[in-house]
């Protein structure tokens, strides 16, 4: 038997903040799933190897038009072509690494955007949703301009994907600053939608507890939240900050159930800014985050976890489609890169290469197209 998807009430919090702190509320958002409990090491005998990056392919910026600031959502098209915001401004790559498309100018008018854009890769294009002016604009896979639809929609989604003429995205509410009654944690939802393409009927069948730490009028994120497609009856969810991976299904809008292990935190070192007298934010964190990041690699989950060796790789864990433990190793990067951040927009796995947003010594940018060289098979 399944629970209910837990729909966010906006009346129910105000009476739950006035009465319980997070752990309270956590608990009683239950979902009524299973709960695969895996143990701390994993079967493979060859787990906790290193397996080194091996760079098939690197994009760069020409220094002039095309300057990459700051890229980030990171995305892998059917065609293995390279896709990424730098910006409002989105790029488009070939699998070969060559320049195909800048989009997005500055500005208000037609295929123009200013501040925030997000990108939905479709078969026909891709769909960009702006923030200032609030619209979504169509373009061809050459990147030509199509059209656009004017929107009351600020807020940016998170896109799964198109299908059956309907968007799959998730959505980060904005808490109710105003009607916190005291500084504390809080969950706040984080909206699974179900979306018209011109974004005028906007469905939230699932919300997901996320948490913050809010006070009147203001507020900090204080959770990880992540997913990674393979179906739609299979995208995997993180939204907290413990070792739990939902496996959500978008067909029944239910969690089927959810993956854990044991797991050694990490211990988070001081930050100075918390350290000084006039610090006003939250509670310093005793820990980081348990995941970083989770990617579908064929019929396996890859989990990439904060936990690092001596020489600062990553630990990754592989789960099966049955959610079991088995296998993990050290993801470790060739030196003179550094990847921006192992998080949601700024790594990529598609046909067994991992692509990840770099930062070199003199701090410019670049994409990296990697191959694994030992341990791991071609997915």
Sequence with gaps: MHAKPF????????????????????SALCFGQKVIENPKKPTDPQAFRSVKLIEQLRIRDNGNDIVFQYPYQLQIGGDGGVHFANGFEHFKYDAQGRFVYKIVKSGQGPGEAQFRTTALLTADGVLIQAFSPPKVMRFNTRGDYLGEDRTEVTDLFEFIGLFDGRIYAFLEETPKWNEVPRRDYYDVPYSFCVLSPDLKDIRKPFQFPYRWYLGRGFGWQQARFDFAYKELDTIYVVHGIDYRIDHFNAKTNKVEKTITRKYGKVKRPPDPREQRPDYNGPPPQEFYYDISKILVAGDRLWVITST???????????FDARGRYVDCFYLEFPAGFTPVGLMLGRVALNGGYLYTVDEDAEGLFSIGKYSLDTGVNRQ
């Design 7 to 26: 729909v966010f009430n906006w009346k129910r919090l105000r009476s739950i903040l006035s009465l319980c702190s997070i752990s309270l509320l956590a």
């Design 308 to 318: 690092r060796n001596e020489r600062q790789a990553r630990l990754v864990d592989v």
